[in-house]
């Protein structure tokens, strides 16, 4: 079965890169769409000066930041908003707003209030997912199957030994998902704060070369971060989610 999936994806892949190539050679316009083995030299040119690691290195940092304080922050929000209906009354408006509120405009004004720094950025990126997980896990919250958690005060379990044995278990589908999810928003939303407002990262990379009309080393920048964050949703998120579903027997 997992060799079949990967068949698929390598396939898929593989006819994407061949639109590509189609796609190019219909342009014939290397500075509009150059041909994908056009980038090899300057991906590598960029890595062994150092360049590429530096500035994927900034990037991913940012990532990893925002990424574990929207998680944090999300999931303890969804959870106290599903389990308590007088908060979720008390929150909601304020998660409607924020939901959709720009994301834009959020980068913005962190920028204006708090200056064109690292915890601006890493702030305005925090802020963008926070909504979108409480939503997700305040759903989940809300599915907890009553009886478990009627059994665990039956038998007294403490309020860690019910969050860790009853609560989590079962919100771990709705935490994976919140979890990939978020990943393909966040890293997105960093790169839209470095082009505006930093001096490093991939979106300050692909900003300096967008100013000098250069369509080759935009898409090696841009491809580099795509291929990382690839690997992260192979290698970690997906299997993590099919682990915590195993449970269900999904």
Sequence with gaps: MKDTHAGVTALSLFGLLVLWVVAAWLTADATVLPQPWSLLRPFWRETVSGELPYHLGATLLRVVWAF???????????????????????????LVIFLNLPA???????????GL???????????????????VIREGARALDPQIDAMAKVYRMSAWARLRHVTLPQLAPFIAAAARSGIAVIWKIVLVVEFL????????????YFQLFDVRMVLVYAFSFITVMLVVEWLVLQPWERRVRRWRGT
């Design 117 to 135: 720094n690292e915890t601006a950025a890493i702030l305005a990126v925090t802020l963008n997912k926070i909504p979108n997980v409480a939503t």
């Design 68 to 94: 574990t304080l929207a998680m944090a922050i999300g999931v303890t929000l969804g959870l106290v908003m599903g389990r308590y209906p007088a908060v979720n009354h008390w929150l909601d408006p304020w």
């Design 197 to 208: 407002g930093r001096s490093s990262g991939v979106g300050f990379q692909i900003h300096l």
């Design 104 to 114: 834009l405009v959020l980068i913005v004004l962190c920028y204006l209030w708090i």
